[in-house]
């Protein structure tokens, strides 16, 4: 079993700035991608941001130059700084991680998501 635990989401107004965390725990041996995803209202969940264990990146053209994934794999956590933030980012904000356990079986874990609100 693999646990995650998200936090940093909350309210902020337009053209704020916002971190989220996303910690792992339990049965890793590895971490291969971590991601973020949001869903917002009425609207399917969608990719935002993800980081290969290359540190190699990808994010949505609707965020790309406002946002920044990262990780720290010691901790097993990844980040994803949020700026100059629109109305139009709110949504719930949910992390997933690809990982490996100790007997080598493939896992897809994700958060319970962190509740991003934009608004004045």
């Known amino acids: 079993q693999v646990q995650l635990v998200e936090s940093g989401g909350g309210l902020v107004q337009p053209g704020g700035s916002l971190r989220l965390s996303c910690a792992a725990s339990?049965?890793?041996?590895?971490?291969?991608?971590m991601g973020w995803y949001r869903q917002a209202p009425g609207k399917q969940r969608e990719l935002v941001a993800v980081?290969?264990?290359?540190?190699?990146?990808n994010y949505a053209d609707s965020v790309l130059g406002r946002f920044t994934i990262s990780r720290d794999n010691a901790k097993n956590t990844v980040y994803l700084q949020m700026n100059s933030l629109k109305p139009e980012d709110t949504a719930v904000y949910y992390c997933?991680?690809?990982?490996?356990?100790?007997?080598?079986?493939?896992?897809?874990?994700w958060g319970q998501g962190t509740q991003v609100t934009v608004s004045s």
């Open positions: 997933k991680i690809n990982s490996r356990t100790p007997r080598g079986y493939d896992n897809v874990s």
């Open positions: 339990g049965s890793i041996f590895s971490i291969d991608a």
């Open positions: 980081i290969t264990s290359g540190r190699s990146t």
